[in-house]
């Protein structure tokens, strides 16, 4: 037998008051308490009834919900930024709608932008790499934040974690451990971080004098294979570095697996740095020894500053960055003596 969805009319009985009270107390408009729009909503919940967003966007001009466009959300750090948007959208009182952004080459279906138009308050934009898109919602007036975004979208306001201070103390640990001959795994050209972490290691090995050598440069664009590319690479090298600072965890992994099936040893024989510090960086053989981004931190941050767009008021600064933290573990070491 097919369940019943309780009216407007009978939450507002429940509640013992009238229906045009109950319907601007659901809607977020003025001239009700706030206790008796809490108990409003609390009854609403526990009847199930549901209002309609739409509808409650075109009369309040809210709809309580923060539309997120991500790409990448199999990849574990991807789906835990996500993950920590959900809880602070839901800590501040709003639902969140996720649109997975498979193709990120191409724009996302013309259905999805009306859906984010119609129902959403404002939208986080997660590694938007498609140019267009976001200034389209834009153009729409709905408050647009990314994070980590990429160089054509400069223009939006945007949360990231340091990644150039990150790339640094990574360079600093292994410098310090004796390593000069260090190569590097890049991550997706069209992102900011990644450029931030070239330049890093590029800044490093100028000022801590070590190698440079083209050939240590290698493409990752932050995944598993691209990883394990550069590490093929790395091992025909006939002059091989003592040490890998990859972009991220990912990367880094790939070339750890490629390293150690072609005999090398870690981090007797070579070192590996990443960055993330996704939760499998813990339980990886070695542990990885990365650079932990603030997940938690960047997904509340977002929030905070869109809630803030959507209330019209102006972003603090064009784009927070938010401190990183190196996590010593066992994939590096001091350099061998050879």
């Keep these: 037998m097919a369940r019943r969805v309780p009216t407007l009319a009978q939450i507002a009985a429940a509640a013992g008051v009238s229906a045009m009270t109950a319907s601007r107390a659901l809607a977020g408009q003025p001239g009700v308490s706030a206790e008796l729009r809490s108990e409003l909503r609390r009854l609403a919940d526990e009847m199930g009834y549901e209002t309609n967003r739409v509808a409650r966007k075109l009369v309040s001009g809210s709809s309580r919900v923060i539309g997120v466009l991500a790409s990448g959300l199999d990849t574990p750090f991807v789906a835990a930024l996500v993950t920590a948007i959900a809880r ?3 800590a501040a009182g709003h639902d969140v709608l996720i649109d997975a952004v498979i193709d990120y080459e191409r724009r ?3 259905s999805v ?8 308050d404002g939208v986080i934009a997660v590694l938007p790499y498609e140019h267009g898109f976001v200034q389209t919602l834009s153009r729409a007036r709905i408050p647009v934040m990314t994070i980590d975004h990429p160089r054509a979208h400069a223009e939006f306001p ?7 201070g990150g790339a640094r103390a990574a360079m600093a640990h292994l410098a310090a451990l004796g390593h ?5 795994i890049g991550g997706a050209a069209q992102l900011e971080s990644s450029h931030e972490r070239r330049r890093a290691y590029d800044d490093a090995v100028a000022v801590l004098s070590l190698a440079r050598d083209a050939t240590l440069v290698l493409d990752g664009d932050y995944t598993l294979e691209g990883g394990r ?3 093929e690479r790395l091992l025909k090298l006939r002059k091989r570095p003592t040490a890998v600072f990859a972009a991220n965890d990912l990367s880094a992994f790939g070339a750890m697996a490629v390293l150690q099936q072609g005999g090398l040893r870690i981090p007797t024989d070579i070192s590996i740095v990443g960055f993330d510090d996704i939760p499998a960086a813990a339980q990886w053989h070695p542990s990885l020894t990365t650079v932990r981004q603030p997940v938690e ?5 977002t929030v905070q500053t869109l809630l803030a767009l959507i209330a019209g008021l102006h972003a603090a600064t064009p784009q927070l960055i938010l401190p990183t933290e190196l996590v010593v573990r066992e994939s590096s070491g001091r350099v061998a003596t050879r």
């Design 88 to 90: 602070a959208g839901a």
């Design 108 to 110: 996302p279906a013309g």
């Design 113 to 120: 932008m009306q859906l984010l138009q119609q129902f959403t």
């Design 158 to 164: 945007s949360v990231a974690a340091d990644s150039y």
């Design 180 to 184: 000069r001959r260090i190569a590097f």
């Design 229 to 231: 590319r550069a590490g």
């Design 297 to 301: 931190e960047l997904g509340r941050a």
